[in-house]
């Protein structure tokens, strides 16, 4: 197997319904582009954001695409196509790139997206996706996170905590609980919140999806608009399954807000918009939960369930090096 047994048997049909990609002929796409894109860029690698041997071609693609789609969903954006890196171990065959091809198509189906292009190439190192997606914006904009105000209320939709147990117990180190294969599937296919996102541009002042974890992305939306937050831990929404494993003492509150993987939204809205943000969301099938507030002092405070405020807190994760930062 080649590059272009790849290109040709696996890759080339998921183009073949978009014609800026040239049926993957050429080393460009041609866009026409009449209104504003959203372009947003991860990887994600193996060992580092999912375990090793532990997914299938399949589930690993259709990780990695969602979790693109998942910044879409922040700037309000509508999927239009996706660039796709692959960094391929050489044990990797044509029945492994078959069951990939197979989970991108079975979910650009699902979200309306496209292949436009991309590269692959063969590393000794781990295996590695790295996708670009490209989104249209409404003529109303995006949600950018400078635009945070001091006052709004800090919602998050859904529930938080469940992708980071999820992959606990994919890797053993969790009790099986009832919700178990809940909480996996949380982890394994994140829900991208395309139609809540696109809902709320109108309402909301700003919006990050929940991806480092929620303490830190509290962090990150606020303090991109020199703004910090109050927040309440015992507010954070928690599934079923997940209250189970808080209840028994395998995880904490700060454990759940500082795991991430759980690619919710997280939005900064004003006082006045929130009755009708929250019938937004019901109406997207989504729950949405105030946790706090935007302040114009820096950092995150939060208050944990017994009431105590542990001052500015940290959390969350972050990719870090060994050479010095200087």
């Not at 894109?37 to 954001?49: F, M, N």
């Not at 998942?70 to 692959?86: H, K, N, R």
């Amino acid at each position: 197997m080649d590059e272009h047994d790849i290109l040709t048997r696996c890759l080339r049909s998921l183009a073949a319904d978009f014609t800026p990609a040239h049926r993957l002929l050429d080393d460009v796409a041609v866009l026409p582009c009449d209104q504003a894109l959203a372009i947003s860029t991860d990887t994600l690698v193996e060992g580092v954001h999912f375990p090793s041997g532990l997914l299938s071609a399949e589930q690993i693609a259709r990780r990695a695409l969602r979790v693109n789609l998942s910044d879409l969903a922040a700037s309000a954006a509508t999927p239009l196509c996706y660039l796709l890196g692959l960094q391929l171990p050489p044990s990797t065959d044509l029945d492994w790139m078959a069951g990939f091809a197979g989970g991108l198509r079975q979910d650009q189906e699902h979200f309306g997206i496209h292949l436009a292009g991309g590269d692959t190439v063969r590393t000794p190192g781990p295996l590695a996706v790295s996708i670009t997606v490209l989104g249209r914006l409404a003529s109303d904009g995006t949600l950018p996170r400078t635009d945070a105000q001091a006052g709004d209320a800090l919602a998050v939709t859904g529930t938080i905590g469940d992708a980071w147990l999820g992959r606990l117990e994919l890797e053993g180190r969790l009790p099986v609980a009832a919700g178990a294969p809940a909480l996996a599937e949380r982890f394994l296919l994140p829900a991208p919140r395309l139609d809540i996102g696109q809902g709320l541009a109108a309402l909301a002042h700003a919006a990050i999806d929940v991806s480092d974890g929620l303490i830190a992305d509290v962090r990150n939306l606020c303090g991109a608009a020199g703004k910090g937050a109050r927040i309440s831990l015992d507010h954070a929404p928690l599934s079923e399954a997940a209250r189970f494993h808080v209840d028994r003492g395998h995880a904490t509150l700060p454990d759940l807000a500082a795991g991430g993987d759980d690619y919710e939204l997280l939005f900064s809205l004003p006082g006045c918009a929130f009755r009708q943000a929250t019938e937004v969301a019901a109406a997207c099938g989504v729950a949405l939960t105030v946790i706090g507030e935007v302040t114009d002092d820096p950092g995150v405070s939060a208050s944990t369930p017994d009431g105590e405020r542990p001052g500015t807190v940290t959390g969350g994760y972050v990719h870090t090096w060994e050479g010095p930062a200087d």
